[in-house]
């Protein structure tokens, strides 16, 4: 089950929890719709326990549209800037999420 919560002071900050399953996508792309152009928004992954496939380009997406992730474990953040989404495996990325974020705020290179 994904848990949002939104804050903002600035940017709007959705910090989400748990599992993000292909159910969850739609629902927070159009919670991230609803925001208001050209304000920074990010994507808090710290208590992200395991994302599926669609999950995967999900996030993708939203780098690609200007979305900061936050707090997500490297080697999945890798695979959602470098990889072509059709090259991304769902089960190289879950173990990063299961094995934990840490306190790290990861950026662009």
């Not at 599926?52 to 490297?74: M, T, W, Y």
């Not at 999945?76 to 879950?94: H, N």
């Amino acid at each position: 089950m994904l848990k949002i919560q939104r804050s903002a002071n600035g940017r709007v900050v959705f910090t989400l929890s748990g599992r993000i399953e292909a159910e969850d996508v739609k629902g927070l792309g159009q919670l991230l719709a609803l925001e208001t152009a050209g304000q920074p928004l990010v994507l808090d992954l710290r208590d992200v326990t395991l994302v599926n496939q669609d999950a995967i380009k999900f996030l993708s997406s939203c780098e690609a549209d200007s979305v900061k992730l936050e707090n997500c474990p490297a080697r999945a953040l890798s695979l959602v800037k470098l990889l072509p989404v059709e090259r991304i495996s769902a089960t190289s990325v879950v173990g990063e999420f299961r094995r934990g974020c840490g306190a790290r705020t990861l950026t662009k290179h």
